[in-house]
């Protein structure tokens, strides 16, 4: 579903207020930043991933991203323990959560912690496209992605 | 009714300090706790890096510790810069839904009473998207946004003064021409207040029009001073603490920098390009994709004598395309009769342009 340019995959799970989407694989979620919060963060300029197995509590950050504007954290849509960061991809386009934010863009790959508890507030399929079409219109943003690629 | 704003008015205090008193309301903040301004100073000068630099790659690090400055790592972005009393920072720590929701439009509302402050005193300034003040083309102080708990914080200064001759000392680049070209530029592209008005205009009667013009911003709030809360103060002790330890200082930069930003439209590149007849070094200044200002070096031989200085100076200017160098290059080549064996004009192209993709990308 693509709204005001922003592309809202039904089939992912997301925290709207957080600006998280999840994809499961078996017992490990793989999250990454939604296309409204790498429209809203801009062209990143680095990022600082957590190491992997550190627990980390709903809420805190899973990593640190920095933009050409703005620092800010990417954080845990549960309590969760980091099982993998994207740190090499990163390391070889430091854009690609701007230009493939679902798929190559990926941040951490973790295992919930608490998960009964904590998922309440998680919504996939049209659930998710709704809020997300209020979410957007209430930031009043428009989703774009970046074209041009960082050379090493 | 309009809202209440805290003031933490905290002007003189130590140069860490003057850092991590905004990390420290900001990683405080509760849902209870009121926006808040701080306006605070150092009472000595340090210099203060971005989130993602690399201290030792950034910083010439024996200078600063030469002339007891110390270096403080920030949680916000951007690149490292020399700080004192010269400039009083003005620093935001709010709730994010006290703020427009785009950081575009945060920016402009953070700059906007820096900037009728400015215009008050007589300094045409101006917003510079995204984050920049400038004032007929030369910057007077830029900012930065950040997340830190709960709390949006945004980062900025008014400038009295600014020590450029300072700031180009204590950057880390690779050879000292590049260093005379850092102060070049710095006095090309930032101004101050002093330099605007000619003298140094009063430091309280500048924060009270500032904060006047904070209070219209917010539709008539009332700016109250208070003090910070012995939650904040401890984190501020927390966080003292960590920016002074050395896991925190010498972690590895992530950021790759391979221009220095002057300002929003203005980067100062340094490249190289081995040729058959010799090394070519370029230092180019490049404004809005021309070439503002570019020195050429190198062990090459190039004749007539003063034939270096006629190139750089007809390419002042011009776009920073390959195509109109290589043309540019090629007609003083023609038109001064160069000899240059072993280097051609593609070479100094390619050296040229080198410089120009070093640029990063705003």
Redesign the interface.
Known sequence: MIFYGCDIPEELTYDVERDVWIRFEGDIAVLGMTDVAQT?C??I????FRPVGKKVAQGKPLA?I????????FPAPFSCEIVATNEEGFARN?LLANTEPYTAGWLVKVRPLHWEAEHGHLVTGAEAVARYQERIK????RCFRCV?KVEE | MAQKIRLLYMEGVSPLRSQTVYHAVGYAMKPDTPNTIILVSPNAPYVCIGYHQDMQKEVDLDYCAQHNLPVYRREVGGGAVYLDKGQLFTQWIFHKEDLPASLEERFAFYIDPIVQTYRELGIPAEYRPINDIHVKGKKIGGTGAAQMGIAEVLVGSLMFTFDKKTMAQVLKVPSEKMRDKVFESLEAYMTTMTEQLGFTPDRAMVKDLYLQKVSAAFGGAEIVEGEWTPAEEAMAQEIDARFTSDEWLYQKGRLQQPALKIHQDVYLVEAAFKARGGLIRVIARLREGRIDDVAISGDFTLLPVFAVGALEQSLRGIAATPATLKAKIEEAYYRLNIQSPGVTPADFTTAIMNAVMAQQPA
């Open positions: 809203r801009g062209k300029a680095a990022i600082s640190t920095e933009s050409a504007k703005w620092v800010g954290p430091r209430a930031l009043n943003v041009d």
